[in-house]
């Protein structure tokens, strides 16, 4: 299977959790996995098994940025890939469009690969906007960028942790869209889909065109929920 599973482990799991994880899925058959965990698991969950991704980092090198860490700092330690605008960054930190501008341009210039968080609140798509929405600020963020290998995600804000998520045909249409603004700026671009992945929907979201892997909040706190959703769809 060559699509791409990504978990986003949020502020879950104790320093033994994290190694019992880490143990559970070396073992498992899993393939094509992205791992974020709290930056203070990067080294600890290292493996040879999946890689490391942070869920956030600051787009100065260095500085008096008391609690924050750099993508230059991450990259130090081999870090691969960095989650960029998550919904809850922008939601509980206030991160606007231009903070995630900067971050993607430090991700290019530290060598980690961007993923990029992009999606629509609830009003947006009762609205009937969301398309919109998505494609402006998508093309807003990329303007004048060009980079080897971008990672979109597409999230719908209202899907995150609700158990709802949109129609396959809302999935598909978006995709498309953001493949084709995403495709002017680097020549690998994989769009994932993310908002309430479990084992009951999985198979047909990955089944949807251009959809190219997935972001897992919730159901992959569990290693053994993880193994068994992509057991499901191996
Ligand atoms: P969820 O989270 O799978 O629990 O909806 C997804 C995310 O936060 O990216």
């Not at 290292?46 to 008391?66: I, M």
């Amino acid at each position: 299977m060559n699509k791409i599973f990504i978990v986003n482990l949020k502020m879950n799991l104790t320093y033994k959790d994290a190694s019992c994880y880490k143990r559970i899925v070396d073992e498992s058959n899993i393939n094509n996995l992205i791992i974020a965990p709290s930056n203070i698991y990067l080294e600890t969950m290292k493996s040879n098994k999946y890689e490391l991704c942070a869920q956030n980092g600051h787009y100065l090198d260095y500085g008096a940025f008391t609690g924050e860490v750099s993508f230059k700092q991450l990259h130090s330690i081999n870090v691969k890939y960095s989650l960029i605008g998550h919904y809850e960054r922008r939601k509980l930190f206030n991160e606007n469009i231009k903070d995630i501008r900067l971050k993607l341009l430090s991700c290019i210039n530290n060598e980690i690969i961007p993923i990029l968080c992009i999606g629509e609140d609830k009003k947006e798509k009762e609205n009937k906007v969301a398309i919109k929405k998505v494609i402006e600020e998508l093309k807003t963020i990329l303007k004048g960028i060009s980079l080897d290998k971008l990672i979109i995600v597409y999230e719908p804000f209202w899907s995150i942790g609700t158990l709802s998520y949109p129609e396959y045909k809302d999935i598909e249409l978006m995709h498309e869209r953001i493949k084709n603004i995403a495709s002017e700026h680097t020549k690998n671009v994989y769009v994932l889909y993310g908002g309430s992945v479990d084992k009951n929907n999985i198979k047909e979201i990955l089944n949807i065109n251009n959809v190219d892997g997935v972001l897992i909040g919730n159901s992959g706190i569990n290693p053994h929920n993880l193994i068994e959703m992509y057991n499901i769809v191996k």
